[in-house]
C-alpha cells in the first residue's frame, strides 16, 4: 500500500527534525493531518489520523474497557508502530511507549507523565528512554481538551517542535 505524499504547509521548514520514533516518520516541513475521533468505538480504538486529502495515516488500536489500559497506534497498512501503556498506580497518570507492539523494557522509546497531579490545562513531560534520572523532561506538551488543541517543546525550552490547532481536530 503506497503511502500519502505529504503536502508541504506554508509554515517555515524545521530547522533540525528529531526523530524518536523512525526517520520514515520525519518530515523537514510541517504536514497538516487531522485527528479524526469516532465515537462508540470500544473494542477498535476511537481515534484516527488522516492526511488533508482524507487517506488515513494512522489509527489507534485497543479496547478501552480491560483491566490493561493498552493501546498500539497502527500505521495505514495495519503495521504496529507503537505500543501505549498506562502505568498502574502512578500519582501522574504515567504512560510509556514502546517500539512495535512490544511492552518489553529494552523496547522503551519514552514515557509520559502530567507535570502536576491538579491541572486546569494539560501539561506533561516527556521523557526519553536514556533519560533515566528524569532530572529535566526531553520535552513538554502544553494543551488543552477543550480548546482541541497542544503544542509540543524542546525541553523546557520555547523551541517548538511539533503542534495540534483546533481546526484539524474533528468528530465523527
Given at each position: 500500500?503506497?503511502?500519502?505524499?505529504?503536502v508541504?504547509?506554508?509554515?517555515?521548514?524545521?530547522?533540525?527534525?528529531?526523530?524518536?520514533?523512525?526517520?520514515?516518520?520525519?518530515?523537514?516541513?510541517?504536514?497538516?493531518?487531522?485527528?479524526?475521533?469516532?465515537?462508540?468505538?470500544?473494542?477498535?480504538?476511537?481515534?484516527?489520523?488522516?492526511?488533508?486529502?482524507?487517506?488515513?495515516?494512522?489509527?489507534?488500536?485497543?479496547?478501552?474497557?480491560?483491566?490493561?489500559?493498552?493501546?498500539?497506534?497502527?500505521?495505514?497498512?495495519?503495521?504496529?508502530?507503537?505500543?501505549?501503556?498506562?502505568?498502574?498506580?502512578?500519582?501522574?497518570?504515567?504512560?510509556?511507549?514502546?517500539?512495535?507492539?512490544?511492552?518489553e523494557?529494552?523496547?522503551?522509546?519514552f514515557?509520559?507523565?502530567?507535570?502536576?497531579?491538579?491541572?486546569?490545562?494539560?501539561?506533561?513531560?516527556?521523557?526519553?528512554?536514556?533519560?533515566?534520572?528524569?532530572?529535566?523532561?526531553?520535552?513538554?506538551?502544553?494543551g488543552?481538551?477543550?480548546?482541541?488543541?497542544?503544542?509540543?517543546?524542546?525541553?523546557?525550552?520555547?523551541?517548538?517542535?511539533?503542534?495540534?490547532?483546533?481546526?484539524?481536530?474533528?468528530?465523527?
Open positions: 500500500m503506497a503511502y500519502p505524499v505529504p508541504p504547509s506554508s509554515s517555515t521548514p524545521l530547522a533540525n527534525p528529531v526523530s524518536i520514533i523512525s526517520p520514515h516518520f520525519c518530515a523537514p516541513y510541517p504536514i497538516d493531518l487531522a485527528i479524526i475521533r469516532k465515537v462508540l468505538t470500544i473494542t477498535d480504538g476511537n481515534f484516527v489520523v488522516t492526511d488533508i486529502n482524507g487517506n488515513i495515516v494512522f489509527k489507534v488500536k485497543g479496547a478501552f474497557l480491560t483491566i490493561r489500559d493498552r493501546r498500539v497506534l497502527v500505521d495505514a497498512a495495519g503495521n504496529p508502530i507503537v505500543t501505549l501503556k498506562k502505568k498502574l498506580m502512578t500519582a501522574h497518570d504515567r504512560w510509556q511507549v514502546f517500539r512495535g507492539e512490544s511492552t523494557p529494552s523496547d522503551l522509546l514515557s509520559a507523565k502530567r507535570s502536576s497531579m491538579f491541572q486546569l490545562k494539560t501539561k506533561l513531560d516527556v521523557f526519553l528512554a536514556n533519560n533515566t534520572s528524569e532530572e529535566v523532561c526531553d520535552f513538554k506538551v502544553k488543552s481538551w477543550l480548546e482541541r488543541s497542544c503544542v509540543v517543546y524542546a525541553g523546557e525550552s520555547s523551541t517548538i517542535v511539533a503542534q495540534v490547532r483546533s481546526l484539524l481536530f474533528h468528530h465523527l
